[in-house]
């Protein structure tokens, strides 16, 4: 009796184009970097349809040799067209490649839906997040590159033939010992480091009361009221800015450290707002009325009772704040002086006056703070939601 095929398999009809297409879209990249995206889209669409192809036709037990005789071709093509560098991509296109082909061909990516959805279901399913993930890897792109570069050995702004090699002299830590030895970007830090905190300490302070406050069903015209709050979030941050400005200098603030730390505070009070106002939502008001019959005076109550159960969400908004006015440079460069120049500021100063390396750096630094301190808010928000019991874990 002759071997049937098993029923999960898909119809050539389906997955060869599929795996024509991303081939199209990986050839539009090769191709444009080649001087011809247009040419790359075809050879690519052509490449990945022959690969769908030819790697389906063996019976069962050819998967993974399959799959990694196509990572080695892809390797050496790319060793032959950019060495080192173009052999990892390679490899990573031959890799991909050869999952998508038998994810399809298998009918794996049935696996994680429920049977009864419609083709049109899944392909939406699958396309909502080939979508998001596009738009992550084009946001996320620019700092991939600015990375890298910060190690460069050279002066430049591009990646160097050296560094291409993956050659050990076409990497340095100069542009790092830079930042940390040159009085300019020390002073810049200084002042960073000076006035974020102190924003942070107001916007905390003043957001969580007011997100107390505004989370009072009987507290008249609440929600115009939290329309305002939050419109430094909304309104442009240049007219923010301007006004500020034209508001300081006639009170004397523009200019000094008190004022740009003010500036800062309104615009990291609407962060609290909204995360603290968020975390209110699951909050039993009843704890709060327990305390006070027990007598406890308002005071004690939001300290021994309220803020625990609030605090993921208040130093969530910290964070935020915080990271707010580490990295902002519009609203400084309109009520700060030189005294107050900021690491976002110099960095400004510096693509006007000097490109220097050091920039790319003092960026990566910065992405790494950033990147510390969203981890620390993810964290707390899932302690956050194990608190209030939407999460088990």
């Not at 997955?15 to 790359?40: E, H, K």
């Not at 995360?275 to 305390?291: C, E, I, M």
């Not at 301190?373 to 019991?389: D, K, M, P, Q």
Request: proline content about 6%; overall charge positive; glycine content about 10%.
């Amino acid at each position: 009796m002759a071997m049937m095929t098993p029923i999960h398999r898909t119809e050539v009809k389906f997955y060869v184009p599929v795996v024509a297409a991303f081939g199209a879209l990986a050839g539009l990249f090769v191709g444009t970097a080649q001087g011809s995206g247009l040419i790359g889209i075809v050879v690519g669409a052509i490449l990945g349809a022959a690969i769908a192809w030819v790697l389906t036709q063996p019976r069962d037990g050819i998967e993974k040799p399959a799959r990694w005789a196509l990572v080695a071709v892809f390797a050496v093509a790319g060793y032959l067209f950019g060495a080192i560098p173009g052999a990892v991509i390679g490899a990573i296109f031959g890799w991909f490649f050869g999952w998508l082909t038998f994810w399809l061909f298998e009918g794996r990516y049935r696996g994680p839906l429920a049977p009864y959805l419609t083709p049109n279901q899944v392909l939406w399913y699958y396309t909502f997040r080939v979508i998001c993930w596009a738009i992550l890897i084009f946001l996320i792109t620019p700092i991939l590159v600015v990375m890298p570069l910060s190690f460069n050995a050279e002066d430049f702004f591009t990646f160097t033939p050296e560094m291409l090699r993956f050659d050990p002299a076409g990497y340095s830590l100069k542009h790092y010992r830079d930042f940390f030895t040159n009085d300019d970007w020390q002073q810049a830090l200084r002042n960073s480091v000076l006035i974020a905190p102190m924003a942070t300490l107001l916007a905390v302070s003043f957001g969580t009361l007011a997100a107390i406050g505004l989370s009072q069903p009987h507290v008249p015209g609440r929600q115009a009221i939290m329309a305002i709050l939050i419109s430094p979030m909304i309104v442009p941050l240049i007219i923010s800015a301007a006004g500020m400005y034209f508001f300081y200098s006639r009170i004397g603030l523009q200019g000094t450290y008190l004022g740009v730390v003010l500036a800062h505070a309104a615009l990291g009070i609407p962060f609290v707002i909204i995360t603290v106002t968020a975390t209110l939502v699951g909050f039993d008001n009843s704890l709060t009325r327990a305390a006070a019959n027990m007598g406890a005076d308002p005071v004690t109550t939001f300290f021994r009772v309220q803020m625990p159960l609030i605090l993921p969400g208040v130093i969530s908004g910290g964070l935020f704040a915080f990271i707010t006015s580490f990295d902002e440079v519009v609203v400084v460069l309109f009520v700060g002086s030189a005294g107050q120049k900021t690491l976002p500021w110099q960095m400004f100063t510096g693509l006007r006056e000097q490109i220097s390396p050091t920039i790319l750096a003092v960026a990566t630094i910065l992405v790494g703070i950033s990147i510390c301190l969203l981890t620390v808010v993810e964290l707390l928000r899932r302690r956050s939601e194990r608190l209030r019991g939407m999460s088990p874990s």
